[in-house]
């Protein structure tokens, strides 16, 4: 479903917003996702402009909240005249562009911001590596975000598994935490990482 169109003489591949509504439509659910337009107005420093600020929400399970903001603009088209063709296409290109750049710190449409040396190393990497299960897959997720926490974060998350599990010992692989648990530590490894709280509608 990919797209190109010219911008100052160069050719760029873009996709459009409906294919990236579809896309998390059906990879995070209609239910679990909405978008949230905090800005869209023409620019104060170039009136010619208009200028566009989303922010997406998504949950998971309706217990984990996790947000991406995107900013889009949209230059003013004018006729022959200089009188402005239709303002209210340039707000909503603006707000389309601002919900695709959202989207795609998501992972949609990512590849289309990323080198042709960086997608082929990562094939290679990939064709040469043993794969993981879910379980294991979900561990390494959980330890490479752990590993970049500071103080804070690594005290929240002590502090979550304290108030949940008390003295049990912490698991050091994938081996000896069973799923429940791993989905625990995850939630709350990304809530320490964006600075939020678990919610729990049980």
């Not at 009136?47 to 998971?60: G, L, N, T, Y």
């Not at 190393?121 to 990939?126: L, W």
């Not at 490479?144 to 108030?163: E, I, V, Y």
Request: hydrophobic share 40%; proline share 2%; aromatic share 8%.
């Amino acid at each position: 479903m990919e797209k190109t169109i010219n911008k100052g003489g160069v050719n760029l591949t873009y996709i459009p917003v409906s294919e990236v509504i579809n896309r998390l439509n059906k990879v995070l659910g209609v239910a679990n996702w909405s978008f949230r337009i905090l800005l869209c107005q023409r620019d104060a420093t170039d009136p010619e402009f208009v200028v566009a600020h989303v922010r997406i929400d998504w949950s998971m399970d309706n217990k984990l909240g996790v947000s991406r903001d995107g900013f889009g603009g949209q230059k003013i088209k004018r006729n022959k005249q200089g009188a402005i063709v239709d303002l209210g296409d340039e707000f909503k290109g603006a707000i389309s562009d601002a919900l695709k750049k959202a989207a795609q710190s998501f992972g949609v449409g990512l590849y289309l911001a990323r080198s042709d040396d960086a997608m082929e190393m990562e094939q290679v990497i990939d064709a040469s590596s043993t794969p993981l299960s879910e379980h294991e897959q979900k561990w390494e997720n959980f330890k490479g975000m752990s590993r970049s926490f500071n103080k804070t974060q690594k005290d929240k998350l002590s502090s979550a598994w304290l108030q949940t599990y008390g003295n049990k010992p912490k698991p050091t692989s994938a081996s000896d935490v069973d799923n429940e648990t791993l989905d625990f530590l995850l939630a709350e490894a990304v809530a320490a990482s964006f600075g939020g709280t678990v919610v729990s509608n049980s």
